[in-house]
């Protein structure tokens, strides 16, 4: 009788043991599908390929939800590479927007911008746009300052967000209940 009861307290004990391990393994993969769908760009002013009659004062990027500010950057080049961007990128509700520097001249502009997502991962892309004619003359070069500052923020955006530890501490955690679970499997009677 003993041995009866002992059996079925082992057996509780493992359908609990799985029970949980079915808990936590919907606790960590819910976060991680939610985190796996990125923000995404809707639109952007100026348009993708459109041709403007002068330089916008910025530029204007919409996204899907709110990227996180730490690690926003736009960079509007000329042919030659030179950014044109003034200052940091500005996040506002679902906007990024960047300022431009006074001065540019006529010709074809590429913006590379890299956000980081509302879920915490970076993302990026390019399109182009050409201007007819420059914008008014003022503080009419880029400062090297601006191109240099832009690398710090990106390295630091790298590390943020959910998934770069969730992943490894769940598999941890499941690790250590499957093995619990193996343990007292096996001090079953009968096996």
């Known amino acids: 009788m003993n041995q009866h009861r002992s059996t079925l307290s082992l057996r509780k004990a493992g359908t609990r043991a799985a029970g949980l391990l079915a808990v ?37 990027l919409t996204y899907n939800n709110t990227p996180i500010a730490i690690g926003s950057e736009i960079r509007v ?70 191109d240099e500052d832009t690398g710090e923020s990106t390295r630091e955006a790298d590390g943020q967000g959910l998934a770069p530890w969730i992943i490894p501490t769940g598999l941890a955690v499941l690790i250590v209940i499957g093995a619990g679970t193996a343990i007292l499997w096996r001090r079953r009677p009968g096996n």
């Not at 002013?45 to 004062?57: H, L």
């Not at 927007?97 to 010709?107: K, L, M, R, V, Y």
Request: proline fraction near 7%; avoid cysteine; charge should be negative.
């Open 77 to 146: 080049e000329d042919d030659a590479g030179t950014n044109w961007a003034a200052g940091p990128a500005k996040v506002t509700d679902r906007d990024v927007e960047q300022a431009i520097q006074d001065g540019t001249p006529a010709g074809e502009y590429t913006v590379k911008w890299r956000v980081v997502s509302s879920d915490g991962h970076p993302i990026q892309g390019t399109f182009t746009f050409t201007t007819t004619s420059g914008a008014p003359e003022g503080a009419a070069t880029p400062s090297a300052a601006a």
């Open 24 to 60: 936590l393994l919907l606790a960590l993969l819910g976060p991680i599908g939610a985190a796996s769908a990125h923000d995404q760009l809707i639109s952007n002013d100026p348009g993708s390929g459109s041709t403007v009659e002068a330089m916008p004062q910025k530029i204007v």
